[in-house]
């Protein structure tokens, strides 16, 4: 018989070591950022360019466009929900500085607010992040705090969503939906079985 080859769970980032990428974010707007990375599944390509015409917080939902183009829709988690409701605060306040500056037409500051609006993390001259900036800050703060390169990426916190949804019961389809698959086969590769699992079962009945 044919051995079956088996695929190799993959390593997410720890909750310990997500807290400590928090802690050393060089600002508000690479914590916020890393959280949409963590809490939403999304990778650092469709986190930077996120637009906040994309953003439904009444239906506490988020619409991007991810790999082949493909539109997708993603249930806005609690932690990710009072992050964006934070930077809708800030959009706003850009919004007022913004009609302000329309006052004087001759400001050059005015072109600079309005693209503000549109990015939920704009960098202060109203574009957005760039997918190699995000890289290199994580790489800086994994390399600070030691800790080897499988354990500390953009996409481990993509694999740390996607496994945190499978441990908390959430049905492989939805999960795969979430996270833009187009096959539910590649989703499966999360579930995999947690020491301790089949005694908190019994436990819990």
Request: glycine share 4%.
């Amino acid at each position: 018989m044919a051995r079956q080859s088996r695929r190799r769970v993959p390593k997410a980032t720890r909750d310990d070591e997500y807290r400590q990428l928090l802690e050393h974010a060089p600002n508000d707007l690479y914590r916020d950022l890393f959280v949409a990375m963590r809490w939403a599944g999304l990778r650092v390509s469709e986190a930077v360019g996120l637009r906040w015409d994309n953003v439904d917080l009444a239906r506490l939902q988020i619409t991007v466009v991810g790999k082949g183009n493909v539109e997708r829709t993603i249930d806005v988690l609690p932690e990710a929900e009072a992050m964006l409701r934070r930077r809708q605060s800030v959009a706003q306040k850009m919004l007022h500085n913004t009609v302000y500056l329309i006052q004087n037409e001759r400001n050059p500051e005015r072109s600079v607010a309005k693209e503000m609006q549109h990015y939920v993390f704009p960098r202060p001259n109203g574009c957005p992040l760039t997918t190699r900036a995000v890289q290199r800050t994580i790489q800086a703060i994994r390399e600070k705090l030691e800790l080897p390169p499988e354990r500390l990426t953009p996409h481990k916190l993509r694999h740390a969503y996607a496994t945190d949804l499978v441990n908390r019961g959430v049905p492989i389809h939805v999960v795969s939906a979430q996270l833009g698959h187009a096959d539910v086969s590649t989703t499966s590769i999360y579930l995999h079985a947690q020491p301790g699992q089949a005694r908190k079962f019994f436990e819990d009945v």
